[in-house]
């Protein structure tokens, strides 16, 4: 992790300069939509949380239009646990039966929800909270995944976890009319009006596609994607990105994130950034500097 960079040790000089190397992403980015998967440390150490909030009310009154959608696996897994129940876990997704439904609709839709409501209002944001069941903007089925390394047609049923079968982006534009930031819990809704958990990280490439956005930003828990020897790797695309899931490069809880940003890339978003949601403002270091904290994937 980098070191913090105290206000006193830079100089005004310096305050300037990192303000004018701004400037050409600003004029770049100005009314454009950024999609951000928030998850990961960012969302549970008390600083980071802080800076996250901060850097979303910039981007806003610099005139981007940023869009949050947030994860909350460790307060769902504390959660759990607190009720004796063990959390479980197929190919990245999360095994939901009714019970766990329950927790998960109530930790995400409520209590992590709010906290980032709150803290972006503190900040001076608008924020508004939503989740996919409100004006029904997230519809959805009940996702059966394929069996890695069975015939095809072997699917596993792991309960209320819902596949996207639609977004309705007229809320959002809305509300980015009105200069509001929405802050999205990646619940949706069936048919017959059935709660379904779905993975953030999935909800947040969808929405992106879907408000044709500039960028995906997906904060994690590690530098980026690495390679084998645990080497950064800054700048993929999709061809690659293929490549290292077919060799095993890329696995667990890392495939929901990638597969969301390859379909993301490959269906008109510009550029997708998985980043070090560890990192002091890594929001703005990775949308606003020269110097980016994670890996880039192109559409091309």
Same mark, same amino acid.
């Given at each position: 992790?980098?070191? /913090?960079v ?20 600003? *004029? ?16 549970? #150490?008390?600083?980071?949380? #802080? ?14 239009? /940023? ?18 129940? *063990? ?19 109530m ?9 980032i ?7 001076? &944001? ?14 959805? *089925? ?16 792991v ?22 930031? /929405? ?10 009006? %059935? ?5 953030? #990280? ?10 044709h956005?500039?960028?995906l ?10 390679? *084998? ?17 077919a ?15 390859? #379909? ?15 990192? %002091?403002?890594?929001?703005?270091? %990775?949308?606003?500097?020269d110097? &980016? ?8």
């Open positions: 992790m980098t070191q /913090p105290h206000q006193q040790d830079v100089t005004p000089a310096r305050k300037a300069e990192i303000l004018a190397e701004a400037l050409p992403y600003i *004029k770049r980015f100005f009314d454009k939509t950024i999609v951000i998967k928030y998850g990961g440390n960012a969302m549970t #150490d008390p600083h980071l949380k #802080d800076c996250f909030a901060r850097d979303v009310v910039l981007l806003k009154l610099v005139g981007l239009n /940023p869009v949050v959608v947030h994860g909350g696996g460790p307060q769902i897994e504390n959660l759990l646990t607190r009720m004796g129940k *063990k959390g479980e876990f197929i190919q990245g997704m999360r095994v939901t039966d009714a019970e766990t439904m329950e927790v998960v609709e930790v995400l839709g409520g209590q992590v929800n709010k906290e409501v709150n803290l972006i209002n503190k900040h001076g &944001g608008k924020a508004v909270g939503l989740t996919g069941k409100d004006a029904g903007f997230i519809r959805a *089925k009940k996702l059966l995944m394929q069996k890695h390394g069975a015939p095809v047609g072997d699917l596993i049923d309960g209320q976890v819902g596949e996207i079968t639609g977004i309705d982006p007229s809320l959002i534009s809305f509300l980015d009319q009105g200069d509001f930031i /929405p802050v999205i819990a990646p619940i949706g809704v069936g048919e017959e009006g %059935e709660t379904y958990n779905i993975n953030a #990280d999935v909800v947040a490439g969808k929405l992106a596609e879907i408000l956005a500039e960028k930003v997906l904060l994690t828990n590690t530098p980026g994607v690495l390679d *084998k020897a645990g080497n950064l790797l800054t700048g993929l695309t999709p061809r690659q990105i293929d490549d290292l899931v060799d095993g490069t890329l696995s667990g809880g890392m495939l929901p994130k990638i597969g969301s940003a390859l #379909d993301a890339a490959r269906n008109g978003v510009k550029s997708v950034h998985i980043i070090d949601g560890r990192v %002091e403002h890594c929001l703005l270091l %990775e949308i606003l500097t110097h &980016g904290v994670g890996t880039m994937i192109k559409s091309k």
